[in-house]
């Protein structure tokens, strides 16, 4: 089945120093991307949607100069997390849509811990 | 735009009875409907998904309904294993306005051996 990584599973910081995450869609391509962060026992909160080619699309609240997204390629986008503190400390899950299936699948999340 | 909620937030089961979790969404123009298991420290899964088209879907132990006049779908997993204690989200979308997910609140199941 359609298979969604991400990288690295976990990272653990320093305040003040910026952090990328990537997403790549392994067997097929994607226009477009959704990051997601979730806190520990809540639901997941949509934070952006990556566009391949065109600027990301920000949720009503999330910073969009704190949280960087670059959407390289068709089966790669980034976020950034830019000068990080620990309220940012969260799960962050990435996920693609594949056309060819109508599904959505999701990445397998990457714990940032910022100390 | 759209929004889910979901009930029960915490379910506890015993070991080979059965789960219900149930989920309202509020645009009538919502036509897909998955449901995600979401085990410690991994992302979602997808379990079952259901189409506005269709009122029941199967998968083995795994069901969905959907009841598109009163907007809301549930799931019900039969004969319970400890293995599918889990966190479960139910989503909403329309897929004829983008591909952009609305999650449910979760459900933390339990299945007591």
């Known amino acids: 089945g359609a298979v969604v990584s991400q990288h690295p599973s976990r990272v653990i910081c320093k305040s003040g120093t910026s952090v990328k995450i990537e997403c790549r869609s392994l067997?097929?391509?994607?226009?477009?991307m959704f990051w997601y962060r979730q806190f520990p026992k809540q639901s997941l909160m949509l934070m952006a949607t990556?566009?391949?080619?065109?600027?990301?699309?920000?949720e009503q609240g999330v910073e969009k100069d704190k949280f960087l997204i670059n959407h390289a390629s068709l089966t790669l986008s980034t976020l950034t997390v830019t000068s990080a503190h620990p309220e940012d400390s969260s799960f962050y899950i990435c996920?693609?849509?594949?056309?060819?299936?109508?599904?959505?699948?999701f990445g397998p999340g990457t714990r940032l811990t910022v100390l | 735009g759209e929004n889910v909620e979901q009930h029960p937030s915490t379910l506890s089961v015993q070991e080979g009875d059965s789960a219900v979790i149930k989920c309202t969404y509020s645009?009538?123009?919502?036509?897909?409907f998955p449901w995600y298991k979401q085990e410690l420290g991994k992302g979602p899964q997808l379990i079952i998904d259901?189409?506005?088209?269709?009122g029941e879907k199967k998968d083995q132990r795994i069901a969905v309904t959907l009841n598109k006049t009163a907007k809301h779908f549930s799931l019900h997993i039969t004969e319970t294993q400890p293995e599918d204690s889990a966190v479960y989200f139910c989503?909403?979308?329309?897929?004829?306005?983008?591909?952009?997910?609305?999650f449910g609140g979760g459900t933390r199941l339990m299945v007591k051996p």
């Open positions: 996920s693609a849509p594949s056309s060819l299936r109508n599904e959505q699948f």
């Open positions: 067997d097929f391509q994607a226009t477009t």
């Open positions: 990556s566009n391949e080619g065109s600027k990301a699309t920000y």
């Open positions: 645009d009538s123009a919502s036509n897909y």
């Open positions: 259901i189409r506005s088209n269709v």
């Open positions: 989503a909403a979308r329309n897929n004829n306005a983008g591909n952009m997910l609305t």
